[in-house]
């Protein structure tokens, strides 16, 4: 099985930073895309950050140039470094990841539990 488990939510004032982090384990053999979603309430989950295996980045408008996604390829993990926190930026964040857990697998998609992200004015 796999799993995802994610840290670093809480709470913040606005202005404020937080670093998410997510780390895969269980039996992979390869990770591509990882990303970060997040879902506040009465809102669709949306797209926050996405990281390829080669290190291409995407980022929703909203976060750019306050957010950065980065991963660490040898313990499975990644980050979403949060700067400049607005408390529309409040949502439950959610880890997702395409993972191959054999060599002639096929590639699924995980999702971790979500860690809550708070903002105050």
């Known amino acids: 099985q796999v799993q995802l488990v994610e840290s670093g939510g809480g709470l913040v004032q606005a202005g404020g930073s937080l670093r998410l982090s997510c780390a895969a384990s269980?039996?992979?053999?390869?990770?591509?895309?990882m990303g970060w979603y997040r879902q506040a309430p009465g809102k669709q989950r949306e797209l926050v950050a996405h990281i390829t295996s080669g290190g291409n980045t995407y980022y929703l408008a909203d976060v750019k140039g306050r957010f950065t996604i980065s991963r660490n390829n040898v313990v499975n993990t990644v980050y979403l470094q949060m700067n400049s926190l607005k408390p529309e930026d409040t949502a439950a964040y959610y880890c997702?990841?395409?993972?191959?857990?054999?060599?002639?697998?096929?590639?699924?998609?995980?999702w971790g539990q979500g860690t809550q992200v708070t903002v105050s004015s």
């Open positions: 997702n990841a395409q993972i191959t857990r054999s060599r002639f697998g096929t590639e699924n998609n995980y």
């Open positions: 269980g039996t992979i053999f390869s990770i591509n895309a």
